[in-house]
């Protein structure tokens, strides 16, 4: 006969076992965290810009500059994609910057002003990756109408842009004081330099959309000098490539983008991809003005025969 303590034993320890294991797991839950850990990014202790270092020992600095880093490391989309992108325009832009003795860092600019999305327009109307609104962009040279609209030229609105920002640094001394300008226009600043008794745009009480632009310059350059430590690791064959084209000049009028592009062996889209200000399916020009328009040699048109070149190291992780 089977010995009733000798069947009840083992299921009373199993049961005993089953609840500590449940204990221990219960107690392992509340240490844990619920969700991901997402740690605080690193924020420097100042960043160089235009040659200037600038110290974020000031509370309001070191904040200001904090809440930038984290929506750029969190917002992972933008931030890897203006990198991707930054690539393709960094052989453009930066060499006009060189020409026109505008510092390096001003890339940065067009990269939050854009995010180096070259089809870029917004609620006020500012348009192309240096976002002119169209009477500042008439004003420093540009051509903006129903058929072209040279704020979309890389090239011609990163003249403009030059030009724009040269005039700033006369009048202020202070590349952070004309990043600021950019935004909210050298009148503005001007006036409130004047009536809060600042010497920079650091120390002005602004909006905050102004309040935070400079900050979010200063951020996307850390980000980008330093991608891999924020998180983001790339390798040269996803970082988008400049398209090579050959220029063809255009003194006439044109009745059909369409047909012009066909003649040259690409598609209306591809013409319009790689020349954005062309702003319509035809052309007046009554004026009889000369444009360049840019075709793409076919090779440039498909990775697999492409070469893939990284235009700036600090954006690809080392193997």
């Not at 990198?83 to 890339?107: E, H, Q």
């Not at 959309?209 to 983001?232: C, D, N, Q, W």
């Not at 007046?284 to 498909?302: A, F, G, H, Q």
Request: charged residues 25%; proline residues 5%.
């Amino acid at each position: 006969m089977m010995n009733f303590n000798s069947v009840i034993r083992p299921i009373a320890c199993a049961i005993a076992i089953s609840c500590a294991l449940n204990a221990t797991v219960e107690a392992q839950k509340d240490s844990m965290p619920a969700y991901q850990i997402s740690p605080s990014p690193e924020v420097p202790v100042s960043v160089t810009f235009a040659g200037k270092k600038i110290d974020c020992d000031r509370i309001d600095m070191y904040e200001r500059l904090d809440r930038e880093l984290t929506s750029f490391v969190y917002g992972h989309t933008n931030t890897l994609i203006t990198i991707k992108r930054a690539n393709r325009y960094y052989p453009v832009i930066m060499p006009i910057l060189k020409r026109n003795g505008v510092p390096d860092d001003v890339f940065y600019l067009s990269a939050i002003e854009s995010y180096f999305n070259i089809r870029a327009y917004s609620p006020a109307k500012a348009a192309g990756l240096w976002q002119f609104i169209p009477s500042t962009a008439k004003q420093y040279g540009l051509e903006v109408n129903d058929e072209i609209d040279e704020r979309y030229n890389v090239e011609k609105s990163t003249e403009a842009a030059c030009r724009y920002l040269k005039n700033g640094y006369a009048k202020y001394g202070d590349w952070a004081t004309v990043m600021a300008s950019y935004n909210a226009g050298m009148n503005r600043i001007s006036k409130e330099l004047e009536h809060q008794m600042a010497d920079s745009s650091f120390d002005l009480y602004l909006n905050e959309e102004t309040s935070r632009y400079v900050f979010r310059i200063l951020a996307m350059k850390v980000v980008m000098e330093h991608p891999f430590k924020y998180g983001f690791h790339l390798t040269a064959e996803q970082l988008y490539q400049p398209i090579e084209c050959k220029e063809v000049e255009v003194s006439g009028p044109v009745d059909d983008w369409s047909k012009w592009a066909k003649s040259y062996g690409i598609t209306y889209a591809q013409l319009r991809e790689v020349n954005p200000w062309i702003r319509a399916k035809s052309l007046t020009n009554k004026l009889k003005k000369t444009y360049k328009v840019k075709i793409p040699y076919s090779d440039e048109l498909y990775r697999s025969k492409r070469k893939f070149k990284a235009y700036n190291q600090q954006w690809v992780s080392k193997k």
